[in-house]
């Protein structure tokens, strides 16, 4: 097991305020969103910095667990405990920002689709990807998850950032999705 104290340490050194690793359901979700609403009014963070934060936050950790619920009902392949976990964590950028980071797996079919749509949102302008979001919100109809597929759109927009991403392969059917966004 890796010495408590070491993993602490780097969790001060990277500035963590919030990390969870399992299985992300709905109550957890809303337990998140509270702990993080207290701690940003607690901070002294400008109120519009504040909203920007817990919007993307939102936007974030809805991804993770409406990706990780179509695995667990998808009775293609077996989904099992691992494949069933996330990560999360909530840090502070640099002086004035934050980073979220999310981790979860994702059929390996699916890998390209997503790399092109966040490509294509990172190759865009701020007044592009408020054109492609409107554009997205009144020709796309609800996805059986219930969104648009505006997610990734409005991470973009509202953070100001590129999407930072990666895939890693864990076996022939999942790969592991690792999303950072910063937040000024």
């Known amino acids: 097991m890796t010495d408590l104290y070491t993993l602490y340490q780097n ?3 990277d500035d963590i305020i919030l990390s969870f690793k399992g299985d ?16 940003l009014d607690t901070s ?3 109120p519009r910095r504040k909203k ?3 919007h993307i936050l939102v936007e974030c950790l809805q991804n993770v667990y409406h990706h ?9 392949n077996t989904v099992d405990e691992e494949t069933n976990s996330a990560i999360f964590m909530i ?3 640099d002086e004035t920002g934050y980073r979220i980071l ?12 997503l790399r092109n749509k966040i490509d294509k949102i990172n190759a865009m302008t701020h007044d592009e990807l408020r054109v492609f979001y409107r554009q997205q919100l009144s020709a796309t109809e609800l996805s059986d998850k219930g969104g648009a597929g505006l997610g990734m759109i409005d991470i973009a927009r509202k953070s100001g950032h590129k ?6 392969p864990v076996t022939d059917t999942f790969s592991f999705f690792s999303l950072i966004v910063n937040i000024n």
Do not use: P
């Not at 990780?68 to 293609?76: C, I, R």
């Open 91 to 93: 840090a502070r950028g």
């Open 52 to 54: 920007k934060l817990y």
């Open 163 to 168: 999407i930072d991403y990666s895939f890693q």
């Open 68 to 76: 990780m619920e179509a695995l667990k009902n998808d009775t293609k």
């Open 24 to 39: 992300i359901t709905q109550d957890l979700l809303t337990s998140v969103y509270q702990i993080m609403e207290s701690h």
């Open 102 to 113: 999310t981790g979860n797996h994702i059929r390996t079919a699916n890998v390209d689709d």
């Open 11 to 13: 969790m001060v050194r």
């Open 44 to 46: 002294l963070e400008e």
